[in-house]
């Protein structure tokens, strides 16, 4: 596209987004349809929007960009953005079929979702759960040498499934706590085994021997409720499961089943099935299951430097430029 002698993309945005990263948009005379609410964009809403005319869409996580969102935007269609690194909401093969460029927004949120990892395993280990509930129901009882204790996290031997951008970044973390790390997954980095004596093993094994174990790989079909019953049986009784990443990862009847029979010790978790998990779900009643509301990107910076990265992608895109972060697959 030459914007100097075309008219200006119509980008249909599903969210409202910081201002800095529709400043971007606004800047490149690109031509805003943004829905205006901290809420999702009905589906319904977002087929009519695309279908009058899209040519580009900003979109998030919440959005599921499948082929029905393809068929209405029709061939006008030239770019996705999405404002995330996950991208499993959209349907990739299909764009890629098409020949519409998808990107998403790795590296910028890496270190805010491994700190959020970090405190999910420390929270999970430690049974703040239990140890705020009582605070907050007043069931504070007196100090007792055995009361509210969990698993300790420095010297733990530290499973990690997925050793991609946060999974190293975790493992980095984790390895100040003195933790020895061991990992499996689609791809060996040998640079975090000779700085942090990491170890590639063979899942079984990672399930056997590690006292925490983290899921940070992508969902996808290979992936999708990965950790069902008969994982959990393999962990050790006393293992402490985080997961970061996606709720698709978990067979989540399986995981309340594995915590309600003391198949392993808790969870920690910052995305469930669905989001928002529903106040009375068993999950949300389970005393050794620490739940965050899917905050893991969730700081000031990182969530606008996601925002910009997906702007820049857009703008790069109506440019005919590179895009800066593509999907690649
Ligand atoms: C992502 O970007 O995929 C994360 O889940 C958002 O925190």
């Not at 999974?167 to 997954?185: E, Q, T």
């Not at 990491?198 to 021997?209: C, M, N, R, S, T």
């Not at 992936?223 to 008969?230: A, E, L, N, P, R």
Request: hydrophobic share 40%; net charge negative; glycine share 6%.
């Amino acid at each position: 596209v030459n914007p100097t002698t075309s008219s200006p993309w119509r980008v249909v945005v599903t969210r409202r987004v910081p201002t800095k990263a529709m400043d971007m948009l606004r800047d490149a005379n690109l031509d805003l349809d943004i829905w205006d609410s901290d809420n999702p964009m009905p589906h319904e809403a977002l087929v009519e929007k695309v279908s009058s005319g899209c040519d580009a869409l900003y979109c998030v996580l919440t959005d599921k960009i499948g082929k029905d969102v393809l068929d209405a935007a029709g061939e006008r269609l030239k770019m996705i953005s999405t404002m995330s690194v996950g991208y499993n909401h959209i349907d990739y093969p299909e764009c890629k079929k098409r020949g519409i460029p998808v990107s998403h927004t790795p590296n910028v949120l890496t270190e805010t979702t491994a700190d959020t990892a970090v405190a999910l395993v420390l929270a999970a280990c430690r049974r703040f759960k239990e140890a705020t509930a009582s605070v907050i129901e007043g069931t504070w009882g007196t100090w007792t040498p055995m009361g509210m204790c969990g698993q300790d996290v420095h010297d733990a031997t530290v499973g990690i499934i997925g050793m991609g951008r946060i999974g190293s970044a975790v493992a980095r973390r984790l390895h100040a706590f003195n933790c020895n790390i061991i990992y499996w997954g689609i791809e060996r980095v040998p640079q975090l085994e000779e700085k942090l004596d990491a170890k590639f093993v063979e899942i079984d094994y990672l399930l056997k021997e590690a006292d925490i174990v983290i899921p940070l790989c992508p969902l996808n079909k290979e992936t999708y409720h990965m950790f069902d019953m008969s994982k959990f049986k393999a962990m050790k009784k006393s293992a402490v499961f985080v997961n970061p990443a996606r709720g698709e990862l978990v067979n989540q009847d399986d995981l309340l089943a594995a915590l309600q029979q003391g198949e392993i010790f808790s969870a920690g978790l910052d995305v469930t099935t669905p989001e928002p998990l529903p106040k009375d779900h068993p999950l949300v009643k389970t005393p050794n299951c620490f739940i965050l509301p899917h905050i893991g990107s969730a700081s000031m910076g990182t969530r606008t430097a996601m925002a910009v990265l997906a702007s820049e992608n857009l703008v790069a895109a109506y440019k005919g430029k590179p895009l800066p972060t593509p999907v690649r697959e």
